[in-house]
């Protein structure tokens, strides 16, 4: 049987101490270990650089990359060198050749480029000038290079682990604090942010897709006035990643057709490279797309970015649902409250009622919108209540806004809301009604009181279904279903040039017409009985019943105030009733609670004083009934308002100059 054969490393030719490439063997394993202990890639740059001049004996060393453009980035660098003509070209050749090359320039320095393996991450070539150069320096130099190849790959793959696991660890962090979010702007905000430090670049954007306008809007926009930026949504970078669902990366922005550069020129920035990939919801719907430009360090992004940026995006997208989720949640529990705290009902058995129920439930699954006239007191704002909670728009707001009790400047920042420091007292930005109202209906009572500045900016905003706040600049779209309501004949003020014609039609697309309590006296006791039920329940008291006499007195009552009226004397009884049977006696006192009733008339005044007395007394306890209101009172006594007036004078009644 032939010896065993042993051999220690040190002792292969060449390797061992003295030998030709023992220097160079021991160089690669130096530079692989520090590969593996290195922080970042440029603390081991240095370090790497350091060791090989040494070793090819070169007064300047440094690592370089082929950068769009076309151009050169130094990575890093070690040394100095008086070389003064331009290295370009040389390393521009030794790239393309994919070979080392030396060359002598002036004052015996020497150039050389030796270029890393096809695929090596940060760096293309090694480049080095030498004063003297050694004869070996093209063979020194290749070696170097593949050692440096190898190693480099071994950093970045270190590299990139690191990174993913700091992208994951720092994506859970931004999901809590995405839990913790009530509003939308500051959480896209945050969402950009932690985007642009994870992928070490300048911006990041979240553009949201308005399908219905077919745009998108970018939150935010930095650069851009206002912090928002609106754009089709079929153009750029943004639109092909939303038509095809797929991440596009771009390391030439200006070089590629696709790159819609208006933005550029309108904001003046300068986007050399991005990443864009699409916002997608669990279902897979796409919401919109996620941007980052212009990576830091003038590289290109990686596919670890576009798998970085997707997984935020993820995140991004359920927060995002969460919230308005949650918001919609919390206003649907509003107004659900507030509607059944208020009993929206159109409670009536007369004709004119049940056709106007039926023309509602009707109106109701229609955005048509709705002009609704009556006496004050006729229950407009309970047939807007219907039409909205009758159909799709039942779980947005409704949003009511009486337009009497607001100044034309008023009105403009109620309506469309105003921005910081627009006026004295604007603290902060605060959204209008039509935006409070987004994606629900918006009831403007008593239209015909508007003033002409205040129609003039409603038509626009009815027509164009955009607004802008008071103090800004930013078009805000908005989705409203407009339901007006006024108690004034809009057709005699457009005639009389006191109404807008064109907001007049613009308005009165269905018009109802609600009669008043008076031409429908069926519907006197379900009102009553309706009403005085849910104020027994409030009044926390057993349910009362009305007498027969009872129901005949308000029956046979005008009713001037409508079922306003009738409401609030339920309430009244509903407190103040003092059993469990309404008697018409607890009516007339609660009708006439200073008890300011009919006088008891002398006998000895004679038949015609007695009358003369009788209609005095009769006529004023009529005005005091309507607060006043001498067209009302007319209206109650079935008269005409002039000819009220002329038989009070007939009587001699000091309320119209007499001498009583």
Not at 449 to 474: C, F, H, N, Y
Request: proline letters at 5%.
């Amino acid at each position: 049987m032939a010896p065993t054969e042993w051999k220690k490393w040190n002792q292969v030719p060449g390797v061992g101490a003295g030998g030709p490439h023992s220097t160079l063997i021991q160089l690669c394993g130096k530079l692989l270990a520090d590969s593996l202990d290195a922080r970042t890639p440029e603390s081991w740059m240095r370090s790497a650089l350091s060791d090989i001049a040494v070793e090819l004996s070169v007064q300047w060393i440094a690592l370089v990359k082929r950068v769009p453009g076309p151009s050169w980035k130094t990575m890093a660098e070690h040394g100095q060198h008086a070389v003064t003509v331009s290295q370009v070209t040389h390393w521009d050749q030794s790239l393309e050749r994919e070979a080392a090359g030396t060359q002598t320039v002036a004052q015996g320095w020497t150039i050389a480029a030796f270029p890393l393996q096809h695929g090596t991450p940060l760096s293309d070539l090694i480049v080095c000038a030498a004063r003297n150069a050694d004869a070996d320096l093209l063979d020194t130099g290749l070696l170097a290079a593949r050692c440096a190849s190898l190693a480099l790959s071994v950093l970045d793959r270190q590299t990139r682990t690191r990174r993913h696991v700091d992208r994951l660890r720092s994506t859970l962090g931004i999901a809590s604090k995405m839990l913790l979010a009530e509003d939308t702007t500051p959480l896209l905000e945050l969402i950009a942010q932690e985007a642009t430090r994870l992928l070490n670049c300048d911006r990041s954007s979240i553009f949201l897709w308005n399908r219905e306008r077919n745009e998108v809007e970018a939150r935010p926009a930095l650069g851009v006035k206002g912090a928002s930026l609106r754009i089709p949504a079929n153009e750029g970078i943004v639109g092909e990643t939303l038509r095809t669902g797929k991440p596009i990366r771009v390391d030439d922005a200006y070089d590629d057709p696709r790159f819609n550069q208006d933005v550029d020129r309108k904001s003046g920035y300068r986007t050399r490279n991005l990443v864009c990939v699409p916002l997608k919801e669990s279902s897979g719907t796409i919401i919109g797309a996620f941007e980052a430009i212009n990576q830091n360090e003038g590289l290109p992004f990686t596919e670890d970015d576009i798998e970085c940026l997707t997984e935020l995006g993820t995140q991004a997208a359920a927060a995002l649902r969460n919230l308005q989720e949650r918001n919609l949640l919390s206003r649907s529990h509003s107004q659900l409250a507030e509607q059944m705290t208020r009993g929206v009902s159109i409670i009536g058995e007369s004709a004119a009622i049940t056709a106007l129920r039926d023309t509602v439930r009707r109106l109701a699954s229609t955005d048509l919108p709705v002009l609704v006239l009556g006496e004050s007191g006729t229950g407009k704002e309970v047939v807007a209540q219907s039409l909205h909670y009758g159909g799709t728009r039942a779980s947005c707001p409704f949003v009511p806004v009486n337009c009497a009790a607001l100044t034309e400047s008023l009105l403009e920042s109620e309506l469309f809301g105003h921005e910081r420091g627009a006026f004295t007292d604007a603290r902060e930005a605060r959204p209008g009604k039509f935006e409070v109202a987004d994606g629900g209906t918006l009831f403007l009572d008593e239209i015909g009181d508007m003033s002409p500045g205040g129609q003039a900016k409603l038509l626009r905003v009815l027509e164009q279904k955009v607004i802008t706040r008071v103090g800004g600049s930013q078009p805000i779209p908005v989705d409203v279903r407009i339901i007006a309501a006024t108690n004034a004949n809009l057709s005699e003020a457009v005639r009389a040039r006191k109404f807008r014609e064109d907001l007049y039609y613009r308005l009165s697309v269905v018009t109802l017409d609600l009669p008043p309590l008076r031409e429908r006296p069926e519907d006197i006791l379900p009102l009553a009985e309706f009403f005085l039920r849910r104020f027994a329940t409030q009044a926390r008291r057993p349910q009362l019943q009305l007498s027969s006499e009872a129901r005949r007195r308000l029956q046979s009552h005008a009713w001037p105030g409508n079922i306003r009226e009738l409401r609030n004397l339920m309430e009244r009884l509903a407190f103040l009733a003092s059993s469990d049977r309404v008697e018409a006696e607890d009516l007339a006192f609660i009708l006439n609670p200073d008890s300011n009733g009919p006088k008891s008339l002398a006998l000895d005044l004679g038949l015609e004083e007695a009358t003369r007395e009788f209609q005095r007394d009769f006529i004023r306890r009529s005005v005091r009934q309507v607060s006043d209101n001498m067209t009302d009172a007319a209206r109650l006594l079935g008269l005409h308002r002039s000819n009220l007036y002329r038989k009070m004078k007939q009587l001699e009644m000091k309320e119209v100059g007499g001498t009583e």
